[in-house]
């Protein structure tokens, strides 16, 4: 979702796509920078015996939130662009997923700390500088 998202707007931006077509805005997710996650996977490696470890912010965003975070990046209204299909809409949709790290954080010292009003800057200003460097033939 955040890569459909971040994508969209790197292309409208660009005037490669004019809107988005979403399903549901109002679920909730914990999302988290790829990185750091690594560097949590990594550490679990590192542990005296296997375990099960949750990674998360444990912090909770709408779709409606992620939207607006990399829309406002971009200088855009994403109401201006996103749309509603139903097709979008799933049909088991869980609606609230959120992670307690909190076991990772005690056993493995690992705490994320870059959340999605962060991370969708991070993912908006990649996407775009992929973009300029396609059309300057460097990707």
Same mark, same amino acid.
């Given at each position: 979702?955040?890569?459909?998202?971040?994508?969209?707007?790197?292309?409208?931006?660009?005037?490669?796509?004019?809107?988005?077509?979403?399903?549901?805005?109002?679920?909730?997710?914990?999302?988290?920078?790829?990185?750091?996650?690594?560097?949590?996977?990594?550490?679990?490696?590192?542990?005296?015996?296997?375990?099960?470890?949750?990674?998360?912010?444990?912090?909770?965003?709408?779709?409606?939130?992620?939207?607006?975070?990399?829309?406002?990046?971009?200088?855009?209204?994403?109401?201006?662009?996103? =749309?509603?299909? /139903?097709?979008? *809409?799933?049909?088991?949709? +869980? @609606?609230?997923? #959120?992670?307690?790290?909190?076991? !990772? &954080?005690?056993?493995?010292?690992?705490?994320? =700390?870059?959340? /999605?009003?962060? *991370?969708?800057?991070?993912? +908006? @200003?990649?996407? #775009?500088?992929?973009?300029?460097? !396609? &059309?300057?033939?460097?990707?």
């Amino acid at each position: 979702m955040t890569r459909k998202i971040t994508l969209a707007v790197a292309n409208i931006v660009k005037g490669l796509q004019s809107e988005l077509w979403m399903g549901n805005l109002d679920s909730i997710r914990d999302w988290g920078y790829a990185p750091e996650y690594t560097d949590g996977m990594w550490r679990m490696l590192q542990a005296e015996k296997p375990e099960d470890f949750v990674l998360a912010t444990g912090t909770a965003y709408t779709i409606r939130d992620f939207l607006t975070f990399a829309f406002t990046h971009a200088g855009l209204d994403w109401e201006d662009y996103v =749309k509603f299909d /139903p097709k979008f *809409l799933r049909p088991t949709e +869980v @609606d609230e997923l #959120i992670g307690d790290a909190g076991k !990772a &954080k005690a056993t493995l010292g690992w705490e994320a =700390k870059v959340l /999605p009003p962060e *991370l969708a800057t991070i993912m +908006v @200003d990649a996407d #775009i500088a992929r973009l300029e460097g !396609a &059309k300057e033939g460097r990707f």
